[in-house]
């Protein structure tokens, strides 16, 4: 890896400018610490790219991605896009990148963070020892299966849409939720609907028989309903989950409330040349351009980059050092704020100065 880190921004729509710009000056900071230089462009992507090309992706931004070591994502979406045609769609601009870029695994780490344990709706002693990491695969499933259609019909109309997964597609996000767990507790639980779907009985029968290359790590299979019961109940008994595209999205998201809010849930999107990182949540249109988004979800996003992506694992370690501690000392955005009236209820740019201080004290 040269001494120089080439990373493109894709700040996006609603919060993801303020919060891209509080993980880029942590990204910075690492850098200078560890003796390399950040070079960084930045490219309208989602709704910022409709209004100003009548396009959520260009080719330009796409090229630029292909060729920078990482691409960091904001979000993108809002209600002032919603009568464009569906392929036009600021979220259109997710499923291209995802696509273009090969981005098939979705990693997404749920670990709870000591000081937070309280700002969890979830009881402290089901909660305090979580340390989850579901891995979502991206790029096949029913949000790209065809066809997908709405049409009329004689006494109304009728929407259709497609979940198609190959076998390669399966072992090759079951490859990356294996590896992951040999680093990690050695579990690994695959979520399907085998009870139901065609696909998923498909899923269940190549991981069954990919397992096999992993005798140290432990299978089991679980239905996707339980495992969203389980997810609240008892969600220490998971190691790595792995899953299909939809399932891991709405199963993600749930998970997110055992950390207390989703501006603090980080994740990278993986392929086998090109990497991106974001946080899982959306665009938050209702806090947006108010200065009071979570950044911690994108600054983790940040570690995430450091460690797969960059090859500075020490750097990601002290990413998520300075989160904790500044959680310790008390900081807190209004998501994850118990207190309305504490002093430490702070903005955007107040708690991503605060991480910083954590990683350069001279700032
Ligand atoms: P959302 O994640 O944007 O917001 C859900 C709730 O969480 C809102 O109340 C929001 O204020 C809050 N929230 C989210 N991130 C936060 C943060 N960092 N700090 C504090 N509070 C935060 O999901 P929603 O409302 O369903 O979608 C809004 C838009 O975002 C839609 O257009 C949707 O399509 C898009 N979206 C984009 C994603 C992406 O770019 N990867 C992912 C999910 C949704
Ligand atoms: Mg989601």
């Keep these: 890896m040269s001494v120089t880190k080439n990373i493109v921004v894709l700040p996006g729509d609603g919060i993801g400018p303020e919060v891209t710009s509080e993980a880029v000056k942590i990204l910075q900071a690492v850098c200078e ?8 462009e930045s490219y309208d992507v989602g709704g910022a790219s409709i209004d100003r090309y ?22 993108v979406g809002g209600s002032q896009w919603d009568d464009q045609p ?11 990148l995802r696509k273009e870029l090969g981005l098939y695994a979705n990693l997404r780490p749920i670990k709870t963070y000591e000081p937070l344990l309280q700002s969890s709706p979830l009881k402290e002693e089901i909660i305090k020892d979580v340390d989850i990491m579901i891995v979502r ?9 065809r066809p997908r259609l709405i049409e009329k019909t004689n006494t109304g109309e009728r929407g259709v849409d497609t979940l198609v997964y190959t076998t390669e597609e399966v072992e090759r996000i079951v490859h990356t939720a294996f590896e992951t767990a040999a680093v990690r507790n050695r579990k690994v639980t695959s979520v399907d609907k085998a009870n139901v779907l065609d696909s998923s009985r498909l899923w269940r029968r190549t991981v069954k028989k990919s397992a096999k ?14 495992c969203a019961m389980q997810l609240v ?16 999205d709405i199963l993600s998201d749930e998970a997110s409330m055992i950390t207390g809010s989703i501006g603090m849930l980080p994740s990278a999107s993986l392929g086998k040349e090109h990497a ?41 370690l002290e990413i998520e050092e300075a989160i904790q501690t500044t959680l310790k000392d008390g900081f807190r955005t209004g998501d994850i ?7 430490y209820l702070v903005d955007t740019e107040e708690m991503g100065s605060a991480v910083l201080k954590h990683l350069n004290p001279d700032l």
Aim: a negative charge; aromatic letters at 6%; hydrophobic letters at 40%.
């Design 276 to 316: 991106m990182y974001e946080p899982v949540h959306g665009s938050a249109p209702d806090i947006a351009g108010e200065n009071k988004a979570n950044p911690l979800a994108t600054i983790a996003s940040v570690a995430l980059m450091c460690r797969y992506s960059l090859d500075m694992p020490e750097a990601a």
């Design 337 to 343: 704020s118990t207190d309305p009236s504490s002093e």
């Design 86 to 96: 569906k392929d036009k769609r600021p979220e259109a601009a997710l499923l291209g």
């Design 33 to 40: 610490r560890h003796g390399y230089k950040l070079e960084t």
């Design 213 to 226: 290359q992993w005798p140290e790590i432990t299978l089991e299979h679980m239905l996707v309903d339980n």
């Design 137 to 145: 695969e991206l790029t096949g499933g029913i949000y790209f299966g």
């Design 54 to 75: 009548g396009r959520p992706l260009t080719q330009e931004t796409l090229e630029a991605c292909k060729k920078a070591d990482a691409v960091l994502l904001g979000a």
């Design 233 to 248: 109940r008892a969600p220490s008994q998971f190691d790595v989950i792995v899953t299909a595209n939809m399932f891991g």
